[in-house]
């Protein structure tokens, strides 16, 4: 199924978050952005050809080391920006509670993906909505999604 | 001290009276006298708690609230006004308690214990959810809006809660959680301590899972409840109904005349230890940093001594004080044994002696140069030096035949003063042996806690933090700092109870930084409200187990304040 590809990688936050979705998540950012919201917080991660490139099985191995409770978010950047290559972290990480903030909407995050997806962040943001009362999102216009329940891969 | 006064009346309430006053004058007075009696006073080595009720009563207590419920007091009125009576029968008890004691004040089960007395009266919940929920949100708005206490101040209250696994007792903590989560944010008082237990409301599958869960949304907005981790190495052995905190985190479960628990006891007085400025003085000849802290345990030792002496004589003033100053005490038999049949003494003697420290860290830091974390081996003298100091408060107690114990204190007015008061003799032989970052900042840390701007993680401070709870029986808690309120993430805040517990935490708090725009009343952390613009700003924070308003905070509390970092996660 691997087929050697690499993923270009911002970073991997220090330590875990309560604010990427449920749980004591590691969040990794992707490098690369097509979307470039005003107000972005992560502006490093827009250049395409910036951060560091990873092989995607690699990756997969630091984050199984780093992240001992397997709740993981993929942030970025625009994860989707490496769409091929985030669907083969997942394949890499298919055990993981997966969370994915995406700038697309829900019908355009491809099936593969979204298959793996316990969560999924939706809506570019934007600054004028943006709230710091809604769980897990920037502007109220963007959708965190409960894409199935424990035990329930529906 | 006039600053002092200052802060004592604007702590709690921006009111004057003639009692508070009163009081204040008599506070300065009394520690006056304190000071001159005490036999460490030299340097600020020592600080004497609650120094205005020298003598006069005891600390805190958690109430025993069956045994002699007035049931008659009720019995004649309809099944309504039963219910509207209880409740303001219970901010009364605060009121007169709140004034016949100088500390906190809990109901140890608020949920087993109101479901049994209700029941006895012939009431149920069943028919009666709504006039229940009114009552309890105007307790709630009583313990955060009422500053009557000495005339001037508010109410330390507490609600532990959370094992009762009966319908009315689940409707109680249901209610208790609700109304407190939805008063909006100006209200953040009383404290609830939601109880965690194995089997109870841990786990998923647990009969209270449920409201663990709507306990942690709650703090996810509000930093209350507070979390007693009843499975924790030093408490797991005792049964969970008997355990509570009753003021700020004090711990009582021994007694060597014969209970067990929290129920209908408290801490009778506390004195605490300044750590740092011992280690200044027993690194004033140098040495090996064996020599060091050699030296430091003799000196320390021979201050606890003097300490424990100077709380022997506090008791014996405060069981031979005039009877009629407890009245509430001789009518609701609120302690473990009834003060009508064997007295004050025979009644007080059921509480502790505390003896507390602060600044472990800078302790280590002036013997070592190091943080305590930095290394196994400073870790490992960081935990040493704990242990000793519990040794040496066990053999008190058996030495005086009185429940003496190791508290590790709230360093709410202590932080500062001791600060305050080393910078003051910063010329003098001991203390330049301080680094003076140590006292320029204007604060010491709290007991044995990790420094609030060390930017550890929070998992990583939990699991320093954890081992020191064991030797502290006399009270501890442990704090995670959060940047932003982590709303709607009960799971993420479950998984840090879990790493609590199981790294020998005994009692867990969240911090989350929160300012208020009292304009439009958005909450966050900012200077300028990110809706309205508004400047009009309020600070809540948390300050000895209480939240209270950043204005209000002692000079010392303030600059610790300042320092505080998130710890990442």
Redesign the interface.
């Given at each position: 199924m691997s087929n050697g590809k690499t993923i270009r990688v911002n970073s991997i936050?220090?330590?875990?978050?309560?604010?990427d979705g449920?749980?004591?998540?590691t969040v990794i950012f992707l490098q690369g952005c097509n979307m470039h919201c005003p107000g972005c917080q992560n502006k490093s991660s827009w250049d395409p050809i910036g951060g560091v490139e990873y092989k995607v099985s690699d990756l997969a191995e630091i984050l199984r080391k780093k992240c001992t409770?397997k709740k993981l978010t993929i942030s970025g950047g625009e994860p989707l920006f490496q769409a091929a290559a985030v669907e083969e972290l997942c394949n890499e990480l298919e055990d993981f509670n997966l969370c994915l903030y995406t700038g697309h909407e829900l019908s355009e995050v491809p099936k593969a993906i979204l298959n793996h997806l316990r969560y999924l962040k939706t809506g570019s943001f934007i600054e004028s909505k943006?709230s710091?009362?809604?769980?897990?999102v920037g502007s109220s216009n963007q959708k965190f999604i409960e894409l199935y329940k424990e035990n329930n891969n529906a | 001290m006039p600053e002092q006064n200052e802060n004592q009346r604007l702590n709690a309430a921006d009111r004057k009276s003639f009692v508070g006053e009163n009081y204040n004058a008599g506070k300065q007075i009394v520690k006056q006298k304190v000071k001159e009696l005490s036999p460490h006073f030299k340097y600020p080595v020592g600080y004497e708690h609650d120094a205005d009720a020298y003598g006069k009563t005891y600390n805190c207590l958690g109430f025993d609230i069956k045994a002699a419920f007035p049931y008659e007091q009720f019995a004649l009125y309809d099944i309504t006004t039963k219910i509207v009576r209880v409740f303001d029968f219970s901010k009364e008890l605060f009121a007169k308690m709140g004034n016949e004691q100088s500390g906190g004040m809990a109901f140890v089960n608020f949920d087993i214990d109101f479901s049994e007395i209700f029941t006895k009266l012939g009431v149920t919940y069943k028919g009666n959810e709504d006039l229940f929920r009114s009552c309890i949100h105007s307790v709630i708005l009583w313990c955060n809006g009422m500053h009557t206490r000495m005339g001037q101040t508010s109410y330390y209250v507490s609600f532990n809660t959370g094992l009762g696994t009966d319908d009315f007792s689940r409707f109680l903590t249901t209610i208790l959680i609700e109304e407190f989560e939805n008063a909006g944010v100006m209200v953040f008082k009383p404290n609830i301590i939601f109880k965690v237990k194995k089997g109870i409301n841990r786990n998923p599958g647990d009969p209270n899972y449920d409201l663990f869960q709507k306990a942690l949304n709650c703090t996810s907005k509000k930093m209350i409840p507070t979390y007693l981790l009843c499975d924790c190495e030093e408490d797991k052995n005792i049964p969970a109904e008997k355990l509570s905190v009753m003021g700020c985190r004090s711990r009582v479960v021994d007694d060597i005349f014969g209970s067990t628990g929290s129920v209908g006891r408290g801490n009778i007085a506390n004195t605490s230890i300044n750590l740092p400025m011992i280690a200044a003085i027993s690194v004033e000849e140098g040495g090996s940093l064996t020599d060091k802290v050699t030296k430091f345990k003799n000196n320390l030792k021979v201050y606890m001594d003097a300490t424990a002496l100077a709380l022997l004589v506090r008791y014996d003033c405060t069981v031979k004080a005039d009877p009629s100053l407890f009245p509430t005490n001789h009518e609701y038999k609120l302690w473990c044994e009834d003060m009508n049949k064997v007295g004050v003494e025979g009644t007080l003697k059921h509480g502790t002696l505390s003896l507390g420290f602060i600044g472990l860290s800078e302790t280590i830091e002036i013997l070592t140069g190091k943080k305590y974390w930095d290394d196994e081996d400073t870790y490992k003298l960081a935990l040493d030096i704990t242990a000793f100091m519990r040794q040496i408060t066990d053999s008190y107690t058996e030495k005086y035949k009185q429940n003496f114990s190791l508290l590790a204190t709230a360093g709410e007015f202590i932080s500062g003063y001791f600060a305050d008061e080393m910078k003051k003799i910063k010329d003098t032989s001991p203390v330049k042996n301080i680094p003076p970052r140590i006292y320029e900042k204007g604060f010491l840390t709290n007991s044995f806690h990790v420094d609030v701007d060390s930017k550890l993680s929070a998992v990583k401070k939990l699991q320093f933090e954890g081992p020191f709870h064991k030797y502290a029986n006399g009270g501890s808690i442990s704090y995670v700092e959060l940047g932003e309120a982590p709303l709607g993430n009960a799971e993420g805040l479950a998984e840090l109870v879990e790493i609590a517990v199981e790294s020998g935490v005994r009692y867990l708090g969240f911090n989350i930084p929160k300012d208020v725009c009292r304009d439009c009343g958005t909450t966050g952390l900012f200077d300028e409200c990110p809706s309205c613009k508004g400047r009009n700003i309020t600070r809540i924070r948390r300050v000895s187990g209480y939240l209270e308003i950043l204005d209000g905070f002692t000079s010392g509390k303030k600059a610790e304040e300042a320092h505080r970092q998130k710890n990442d996660l």
């Open positions: 936050r220090e330590e875990q978050s309560l604010c449920p749980g004591l998540r409770n943006h710091s009362v809604l769980p897990f | -």
